[in-house]
């Protein structure tokens, strides 16, 4: 017989979305769920490219853009809460100005990639009836951008006693 699930006891005050919610019952698993969704969002991206790659003849210089894109992802993502805070962090070459930066460089790339998608995906290969090459490039890129907002504000602070 399997365990009790998170919610099973019907909480109240967890309406949906587990934000204030007063239970406990999902804080324990939060950076284990945020961590899984965002890796099989980055993966399903990646597969999109490849899918197309193969099959609809994506251009090569077309796939630097997932690349650039999986790029800001490690930018974003290896900059801590506690850095950004700037009460704990001090090391470094210019401290929580240095993260705060490193960490606007991260989100430039990203959103770089993802409207240099959108471009590529409207004027490279729908206009010329690729449909599916177009569309997986922007899937790709959306879905490396969702994954790298999971992963970074969907995780917990080591603070709370979640890792």
């Given amino acids: 017989m399997s ?3 998170c919610c099973d006891d019907g909480c109240s005050s967890c309406d949906g ?4 919610c007063e239970c406990g019952c999902f804080g324990e698993y939060r950076n ?3 961590s ?22 994506v ?26 805070e700037g009460n704990m962090y001090s090391d470094g070459c210019l401290g ?17 990639s993802l409207i240099s ?19 997986a490039v922007f899937l790709q ?3 490396i951008f969702i994954s790298s907002v999971i992963f970074k504000f969907g995780r917990g602070d080591s603070s709370n006693g979640y890792f």
Wanted: proline share 0%.
């Fill in 17 to 20: 979305c587990f934000e204030g």
């Fill in 32 to 34: 284990q769920v945020a």
């Fill in 96 to 112: 929580s100005t240095g993260a705060r930066v490193w960490l606007l460089f991260g989100l430039v790339i990203s959103f770089g």
């Fill in 59 to 84: 251009q090569d210089k077309h796939q630097a853009i997932g690349v650039m894109s999986t790029i800001g992802l490690f930018m974003v993502n290896a900059i801590s809460g506690e850095m950004l």
């Fill in 3 to 5: 365990s009790a699930g």
């Fill in 141 to 143: 890129n959306c879905l």
């Fill in 36 to 57: 899984v969704t965002s890796g099989l969002l980055f993966a399903l991206g990646w597969w999109f490219l490849i899918d197309a790659s193969v099959n609809a003849d």
């Fill in 117 to 135: 998608a959108i471009w590529v995906m409207v004027d490279q290969y729908i206009n010329h009836g690729q449909d599916y090459a177009g569309a």
